[in-house]
């Protein structure tokens, strides 16, 4: 069974960052392509970005594109996700996904495992 743990979130003025982890109980060396999605209330969980095995292969949603970085330290088994000038259109709680395939995919339902998430609040 796979664990994903989600932290790093938190409040946060309009324009600033915050750096979430997600530690997994398993080696992300393997083929796991690893994604971040966000929910916010009353709305559809949305992607983010993911990442695939080997780091060298990255997608964004179109609104965190040049803002949000994803990377992954495979000897850690940890993938993080820098999010810098923050909007408050970014609230939302953030979930860690991990797929067992080399694709790099944009669909929540690619993912086999879940992370608990992390709350993320961007004020104006």
């Known amino acids: 069974q796979v664990q994903l743990v989600e932290s790093g979130g938190g409040l946060v003025q309009a324009g600033g960052s915050l750096r979430l982890s997600c530690a997994a109980s398993?080696?992300?060396?393997?083929?796991?392509?690893m994604g971040w999605f966000r929910q916010a209330p009353g709305k559809e969980r949305e992607f983010v970005a993911a990442i695939n095995w080997s780091g060298d292969r990255t997608s964004y949603t179109d609104s965190v594109k040049g803002r949000f970085t994803i990377s992954r330290d495979n000897a850690k088994n940890t993938v993080y996700l820098q999010m810098n000038s923050l909007k408050p259109e970014d609230t939302a709680v953030y979930y860690c996904?991990?797929?067992?395939?080399?694709?790099?995919?944009?669909?929540?339902?690619?993912?086999?495992?879940w992370g608990q998430g992390t709350q993320v609040t961007v004020s104006s």
């Open positions: 398993i080696r992300t060396s393997g083929v796991y392509t």
């Open positions: 996904a991990a797929d067992r395939g080399m694709v790099v995919a944009t669909i929540p339902q690619r993912y086999d495992y």
